[in-house]
């Protein structure tokens, strides 16, 4: 055992304390947290893997608001930032794999830990089908993309914070597309229908046809 202990200060005495010695006093307990047999230094994948949240997290946050917002969600700027989008995610989920592996190894329960590698499997596996297994399977779909002829056409915001069409198809069923701000706002709120044309896997619509 080391006697060499720093004493953490009293509230006076921290209070009083200049910066320098606050200074000092934070070098030494480094010092020692580094010197002690147990500490364990912050591995290099959970930094990875934190600092993959955070882009993760960022980038979410900022695709949510330009969504919002009205913006990049039709035609070629839609179709560039779904790939755009995916490439991250694909990068993101890159570096993610390790440390949640590692994460889950070191749950102790074995029901624990099986719910945890479940959850993980269930959430990775969402986010690679919603945005990065969608634009791909659209690939083939840029030359030849769906359409649908949509009859009670209207536009909408108000309901689900997103500007969107809805109406229904041929068979009654109903159909909701993202649109942006733009088309919106130029909408003729007589016109009851419209032919979208659109990629059926992420559903970003190429061009709205109003007869």
């Given at each position: 055992?080391?006697?060499?202990?720093?004493?953490?200060?009293?509230?006076?005495?921290?209070?009083?304390?200049?910066?320098?010695?606050?200074?000092?006093?934070?070098?030494?307990?480094?010092?020692?947290?580094?010197?002690?047999?147990?500490?364990?230094?912050?591995?290099?994948?959970?930094?990875?893997?934190?600092?993959?949240?955070?882009?993760?997290?960022?980038?979410?946050?900022v695709w949510?608001?330009?969504?919002?917002?009205?913006?990049?969600?039709?035609?070629?700027?839609?179709?560039?930032?779904?790939?755009?989008?995916?490439?991250?995610?694909?990068?993101?989920?890159?570096?993610?794999?390790?440390?949640?592996?590692?994460?889950?190894?070191?749950v102790a329960?074995?029901?624990?830990?099986?719910?945890?590698?479940?959850?993980?499997?269930?959430?990775?596996?969402?986010?690679?089908?919603?945005?990065?297994?969608?634009?791909?399977?659209?690939?083939?779909?840029?030359?030849?993309?769906?359409?649908?002829?949509?009859?009670?056409?209207?536009?909408?915001?108000?309901?689900?914070?997103?500007?969107?069409?809805?109406?229904?198809?041929?068979?009654?069923?109903?159909?909701?597309?993202?649109?942006?701000?733009?088309?919106?706002?130029?909408?003729?709120?007589?016109?009851?229908?419209?032919?979208?044309?659109?990629?059926?896997?992420?559903?970003?619509?190429?061009?709205?046809?109003?007869?």
């Amino acid at each position: 055992m080391r006697n060499d202990l720093v004493e953490p200060p009293t509230p006076e005495e921290l209070k009083n304390m200049s910066q320098e010695e606050f200074n000092e006093l934070v070098r030494k307990c480094v010092e020692q947290d580094e010197n002690d047999p147990f500490y364990e230094p912050p591995s290099r994948a959970k930094f990875i893997g934190c600092l993959s949240v955070g882009v993760l997290a960022a980038a979410a946050l900022v695709w949510l608001l330009l969504r919002m917002f009205g913006m990049f969600t039709m035609g070629i700027p839609g179709v560039v930032s779904s790939y755009l989008v995916g490439l991250l995610f694909v990068v993101v989920i890159a570096l993610l794999a390790r440390p949640i592996a590692e994460g889950v190894k070191e749950v102790a329960h074995p029901a624990k830990r099986a719910f945890a590698a479940l959850a993980a499997l269930v959430i990775m596996g969402w986010l690679a089908w919603q945005f990065v297994l969608n634009p791909i399977l659209d690939i083939p779909c840029l030359a030849s993309p769906s359409s649908v002829e949509l009859t009670n056409a209207h536009v909408d915001w108000e309901d689900s914070g997103y500007y969107q069409l809805e109406g229904d198809d041929a068979e009654g069923r109903p159909c909701v597309f993202t649109i942006d701000r733009s088309f919106y706002d130029a909408w003729n709120r007589d016109d009851r229908d419209a032919t979208v044309t659109y990629l059926p896997h992420s559903r970003t619509v190429l061009s709205v046809d109003v007869p």
